[in-house]
């Protein structure tokens, strides 16, 4: 054998070698590559979904919200209209007609001098004559002034300790207390 034959040999078998190490280079390339774009691809599927559920999230937390914003309007509307009937029915037992006026305070002075032997009888100003005129029936029971309310009486006993509102106003306070509920019922419709 020459040396010629053993070059050409050598030189054969280093070209079927790098031709094989270019293939295998290449199939690793593709392999790579095909990885990379598997993994490309499912961090871009992962990535989206992430963005969709955070959109999600956020239109759900802004309705929430919306919502909550309605709620707190349609509550504060209500307290309003509330707030206006009361003051109209105020307005209405403040304007009651004398007869009717001397009717209620007459009951509610009788009520409340069953808990005295002896009081001071407070009233609203204008209703001074009326309840001195009442007082005539009630030994021990004296007008003794003032106080600011809708009408009726306010009883307080000689040495302090025990007073008894029986005023208008005190009258409205339990009234709307206990149907508060049926009244909102009634002007809000929610039956």
Not at 110 to 126: G, L, P, Q
Request: proline share 1%; net charge negative.
């Amino acid at each position: 054998m020459s040396l010629d034959t053993v070059v050409a040999d050598i030189r054969e078998e280093a070209e079927d070698q790098a031709e094989q190490i270019l293939a295998d280079a290449e199939a690793e390339a593709e392999a790579i590559r095909a990885e990379a774009e598997t993994e490309a691809a499912e961090i871009h599927e992962t990535a989206e979904a992430e963005a969709e559920n955070e959109i999600a999230r956020l239109r759900e937390q802004r309705l929430s919200s919306a919502k909550l914003e309605a709620k707190q309007q349609r509550l504060e509307a209500r307290r309003d209209v509330l707030g206006t009937v009361r003051e109209r029915v105020e307005d209405a037992i403040e304007d009651l007609p004398e007869a009717d006026r001397r009717e209620l305070t007459e009951a509610l002075l009788a009520d409340a001098v069953t808990e005295f032997d002896e009081a001071a009888v407070y009233c609203r100003a204008e209703d001074e004559s009326l309840v001195e005129d009442l007082l005539e029936d009630y030994d021990g029971f004296e007008l003794a002034g003032e106080t600011d309310c809708l009408g009726g009486v306010v009883l307080e006993g000689s040495d302090g300790r025990i007073r008894v509102d029986n005023t208008f106003d005190s009258t409205l306070e339990t009234v709307w207390d206990e149907h508060l509920k049926e009244l909102s019922d009634v002007l809000f419709e929610e039956q």
